[in-house]
Every structure is written in C-alpha cells, then in structure tokens.
C-alpha cells in the first residue's frame, strides 16, 4: 500500500504552518488589546490625579517632569537600580 507522496506531506506541513501563523497573530493581537484595556499606558491626567491624591497641586511643571521621568525610564530599562 503506498503511502503519502513527498510533495503531499510537505504541503500539509505549509499548510498547518501557515494556519498556526495567522491563529497565533489573532490570538497574541487579542491577548495584547485585552492587556492594554486592563492596564492602560499612563498619561497626564494620571499623572494629575496621582499628586491630587497625595494632596500636592499638579503643576504643569511638575507633571512634564514626572511626564520625561517615565518615558526616560520605559526608553532605557538598564539605567534603572535593582
């Protein structure tokens, strides 16, 4: 009894590859949005809030500053002491 052609194998292996590709971009794109909806990225109003709730006014000033301190921190992670 023959068994699979060579051509037909390597076919369903590209197959199945190329399914499992596109399956994992929508699960890990979904996961990701889900993320993001779970823990939004902080901005200014955050930034205001937080110093309201310490009982400190936000100053523009203060918050640009917190603001550069943040991006500075998530653009270069090793400066950061453990």
Known sequence: MPGLPIWGFVLIVIACLLIGLVGGYFLAR???QTELKKNPPINRNMIKAMYRSMG??????????TMRAIEEAQRNPASRKK
């Open 30 to 32: 979904k996961l990701f």
């Open 56 to 65: 400190q006014t936000p100053s523009e000033a203060r918050v640009n500053q």
